[in-house]
């Protein structure tokens, strides 16, 4: 089992372009996250989604959006990338919107 | 508004000491869940443990204790015989009724020196 994984592991890109991260979970979690971290810093969350077909807003969601389609993937796109969006980006999920998230490895991303 | 505070940026200890790190959760809510996650070096997050905000009675795992005191708003975790392995930066992360979002506290760097 492998939980949650996330691709790619780093991306190094240019401001301006549109970059989407993946994010699939097999643990048929209802609620999945986006957080961002950045250094020296605790997560922040950027989006979430507590079921299949819903999304909403976290704490610093402007620049970026998601989708959820079905219940094993919730993909971050950053539509037009800037320098700020440089951070690490961390999926989680959870069996309901109360219980303990679980996160992925991480995607390293640098905006030049 | 809620807040989250882990006032101990940075702890070094010997191996074999015990070792304290403080998280006082403000918030007017009187149903909250806490969490406790853990970041080795490696760069993953850990998940330590989840307490209820109606339940104060003290937790042990093994090495790890938790102190959840909720008139003093404070949610203190304590390693016992610190390894080298402990070495992370650990995080508190309450979240509020409904929501299911969690507020993560700045961090503390914990080094366990051999």
């Known amino acids: 089992i492998a939980g949650i994984t996330q691709a790619p592991t780093s991306q190094i890109l240019a401001a301006g372009r549109r970059m989407t991260l993946r994010c699939t979970q097999d643990m048929r979690h209802n609620a999945m996250y986006w957080y961002r971290q950045d250094l020296g810093l605790g997560l922040r969350l950027i989006h979430y989604?507590?079921?299949?077909?819903?999304?909403g807003k976290g704490e610093v969601p402007d620049g970026y959006s998601v989708s959820r389609a079905n219940t094993d993937d919730f993909p971050l796109t950053l539509a037009s990338a800037v320098p700020s969006q440089t951070s690490v980006y961390f999926c989680a999920s959870s069996a309901t919107d109360r219980d303990e998230q679980y996160f992925g490895p991480g995607t390293r991303l640098t905006v030049t | 508004a809620q807040k989250v505070t882990q006032a101990q940026t940075e702890i070094s200890v010997v191996e074999k000491e015990d070792v304290t790190l403080d998280c006082v959760y403000e918030?007017?809510?009187?149903?909250?869940?806490l969490f406790w996650y853990k970041q080795p070096p490696s760069g993953e997050l850990v998940f330590l443990i989840r307490?209820?905000?109606?339940?104060?009675q003290n937790e042990i795992s093994g090495r790890y204790s938790w102190n959840f005191q909720k008139s003093t708003s404070s949610f203190n975790f304590t390693i016992t015989a610190s390894q080298v392995v402990d070495s992370a930066v650990y995080f508190c992360?309450?979240?509020?009724?409904?929501?299911?979002?969690?507020?993560f506290g700045a961090g503390t760097r914990l080094a366990v020196h051999p």
């Open positions: 918030t007017r809510d009187t149903t909250y869940y």
């Open positions: 992360a309450p979240v509020s009724g409904g929501y299911n979002k969690l507020i």
């Open positions: 989604s507590n079921t299949a077909g819903t999304t």
């Open positions: 307490r209820n905000s109606f339940d104060e």
